[in-house]
């Protein structure tokens, strides 16, 4: 486990990740990040930088060292369950084609 | 080599063959992360000195709004550079180290901005030409291989066309005015023509680094494939304004389909690239300088936080 962001103690100020939401009812997504002494100045900061054109309703700051990260070693193990399991979607089921409203 | 490295490599050359992207805890060649630290920083650099011509010219600007206009832009390019550090930073970089490689003449950055802009007309030769190039060059780099950087690149491209189109506007403006505006407009884009085109880098023959980034797919066309292209936009726009493009050599060319335009001086590019420009010194030192009587603000931010964070009790006692 790792963490993408962390750069530890090296930078002066610590790394944040900021989240925007661009619209009521849609979730945050990732815009980028910024370094800011404590959380309130990350999300002023975040403001001013990643949201001048009207971009969102709503940001969140997550310090990068607070997110951890898959180990990209281990990808296979992760993430190929899904695969031959084609069963999980809906569109699997194809003798229902023709049934109205199933 | 190492087992992992070889597993590494072949994963790395699967995702550049698959047009996949690279993600920073990827593996990737050393010469990749290298190449790429370079690029994106001088990138960044470009943008944090791009500041300094136009920042120069906020209080002189003719109206209220062209001053709001040009704060706007300031402002974006000071937004681009901190994007673009924050990408380089996935590679592996200190954000202070690559600030104290550009005010220490270290890095490098683009040498466009090492000229001066003596008059208004400038203002919108920079964001006509400059910006203009820019763009062409940075629109194919919202595909680079490297994903920090291209989604960087996305942002900045949705806010470059700002600044292009506002450039064009003060020139079409003062094209329209007195005849001392417009040659203060032609006099202006006269010195701003081949410095632009020279943005694109040294010819394709000339480029020793070219090959192995567009093998890399970080960048996807070769330089001069470049310039022709901006060539070929700029004439039509040219004639829109009604400014001549100082270069005789420029016509139609029915075979290729493409405007010919005529050699430029490298000599002078290479010269302003070694610091000898018009304001390579001054650029330099006033970053230097910023950077070092910002160096309170830094500590007081951060002495805020600090104290902001221990228990309430603990500061009122």
Not at chain 2, 64 to 82: F, N, P, S, Y
Not at chain 2, 126 to 134: E, F, K, M, Q, S
Not at chain 2, 176 to 196: F, I, K, L
Not at chain 2, 248 to 253: D, E, G, M, S, V
Request: glycine share 6%; net charge neutral.
């Amino acid at each position: 486990m790792t963490s993408p962001g962390d750069s530890g103690a090296r930078e002066m100020w610590p790394l944040w990740e900021v989240f925007i939401r661009s619209a009521r009812g849609l979730s945050h997504v990732h815009a980028g990040s910024l370094h800011a002494p404590d959380e309130i100045m990350a999300v002023r900061n975040a403001r001013d930088l990643y949201t001048r054109r009207a971009e969102g309703v709503s940001v969140w700051v997550v310090p990068a060292s607070s997110i951890t990260a898959s180990d990209p070693d281990a990808r296979g193990a992760y993430f190929e369950s899904p695969q031959g399991k084609e069963y999980r979607h809906a569109s699997y089921y194809t003798e229902s084609d023709s049934v109205p409203h199933l | 080599m190492t087992e992992d490295d070889f597993v590494g490599q072949r994963r790395f050359d699967e995702l550049i063959a698959n047009e996949q992207r690279v993600e920073p805890t990827d593996w990737m060649p050393e010469g990749y992360r290298k190449t790429l630290i370079r690029q994106i920083s001088q990138h960044a650099h470009s943008e944090i000195i791009g500041m300094q011509p136009e920042g120069n010219w906020i209080t002189r600007a003719p109206s209220l709004k062209r001053k709001a206009i040009l704060m706007a832009k300031v402002q974006d390019e000071a937004g681009h550079g901190l994007y673009l550090y924050s990408a380089a930073q996935t590679l592996g970089v200190d954000r202070d180290t690559m600030f104290e490689q550009l005010i220490t003449g270290k890095a490098k950055y683009s040498s466009i901005f090492n000229y001066t802009a003596p008059t208004w007309a400038d203002m919108g030769s920079i964001g006509w030409l400059v910006d203009g190039a820019a763009i062409c060059n940075q629109v194919p780099l919202c595909r680079a291989s490297y994903g920090p950087y291209g989604r960087a690149m996305v942002r900045i491209c949705k806010e470059e066309s700002f600044h292009q189109r506002q450039g064009f506007e003060i020139l079409l403006k003062l094209m329209r005015g007195t005849e001392q505006q417009r040659s203060m407009a032609q006099e202006s884009v006269n010195r701003w023509y081949a410095p632009a085109l020279m943005m694109f880098g040294p010819p394709d023959d000339d480029s020793p680094n070219s090959k192995q980034s567009m093998a890399w797919k970080i960048k996807r066309f070769s330089n001069d494939d470049l310039r022709q292209r901006f060539v070929d936009m700029l004439v039509p726009q040219a004639e829109i304004l009604g400014v001549t493009l100082p270069d005789p050599a420029i016509r139609w060319n029915k075979e290729r389909g493409h405007y010919d335009f005529g050699e430029l001086d490298w000599s002078e590019f290479y010269e302003v690239l070694a610091g000898r420009g018009p304001a390579n010194s001054i650029r330099v030192e006033r970053r230097r300088r910023a950077h070092e009587d910002g160096a309170w603000v830094r500590v007081a931010a951060r002495a805020y936080a600090e104290a902001r964070s221990v228990e309430p009790e603990r500061i009122a006692s």
